[in-house]
T-cell receptor
Framework: KAGVTQTPRYLIKTRGQQVTLSCSPISGHRSVSWYQQTPGQGLQFLFEYFSETQRNKGNFPGRFSGRQFSNSRSEMNVSTLELGDSALYLC?????????????FGEGSRLTVL | DAKTTQPPSMDCAEGRAANLPCNHS???????VYWYRQIHSQGPQYIIHGLKNNETNEMASLIITEDRKSSTLILPHATLRDTAVYYCIGLYNFNKFYFGSGTKLNVKP
């Protein structure tokens, strides 16, 4: 079965712009969680959505937001981009939730902010 | 916060067992310990998880101390393809993953 798909794979933005990233989970998975990975901070949890509801949130400013649709696809949005937002953004899907079982990760979206 | 501590890097000879330690001293009684690995900035890959008992699957074994303050991931016969960053993950507030800094395992021929 198809894995987790993230689009776009690479993108370049400038400071002050906004960006939307998309994640299509494995069919049947209702949980989608998002992570930011940078060389300095490592992998950090952003938030998790389960059945269209945000269930958990990490310690990120309000510029980072997300949503989940009825087909479990999820988007995350970053507004007013800053240089420090340059990172690999990963999403993961699971059947039961981010803390209840195996996470299946996508290949990530690499964002560069100039 | 249930945070994990891992050595930044380790070397292992090909064919030998790789033993990767992790400290998770603030983990609570009902929180699982998960191990993932990441190769070349690909998405992390699940390896194994456990609560109290030792666990084994086709990829690895997980040894958890009785007090649950630390664990060890064992790759029984490391290959060059096992070169990766290994993350020991504890949960804080069930359903939130906290990724530590990971251990870069270098498997050498």
């Amino acid at each position: 079965k198809a894995g987790v798909t993230q689009t776009p794979r690479y993108l370049i933005k400038t400071r002050g712009q906004q960006v939307t990233l998309s994640c299509s989970p494995i069919s049947g998975h209702r949980s989608v969680s998002w992570y930011q990975q940078t060389p300095g901070q490592g992998l950090q949890f952003l938030f998790e959505y389960f059945s269209e509801t945000q269930r958990n949130k990490g310690n990120f400013p309000g510029r980072f937001s997300g949503r989940q649709f009825s087909n479990s696809r999820s988007e995350m949005n970053v507004s007013t981009l800053e240089l420090g937002d340059s990172a690999l953004y990963l999403c993961a899907s699971s059947l039961q939730g981010a803390g209840a079982g195996e996470l299946f990760f996508g290949e990530g979206s690499r964002l560069t902010v100039l | 916060d249930a945070k994990t501590t891992q050595p930044p890097s380790m070397d292992c000879a090909e064919g030998r067992a790789a033993n990767l330690p992790c400290n998770h001293s603030t983990i609570s009684g009902n929180e699982y310990v998960y191990w993932y690995r990441q190769i070349h900035s690909q998405g992390p890959q699940y390896i194994i998880h456990g609560l109290k008992n030792n666990e084994t699957n086709e990829m690895a074994s997980l040894i958890i101390t009785e007090d649950r303050k630390s664990s060890t991931l064992i790759l029984p016969h490391a290959t060059l393809r096992d070169t990766a960053v290994y993350y020991c993950i504890g949960l804080y507030n069930f359903n939130k993953f906290y990724f530590g800094s990971g251990t870069k395992l270098n498997v050498k021929p």
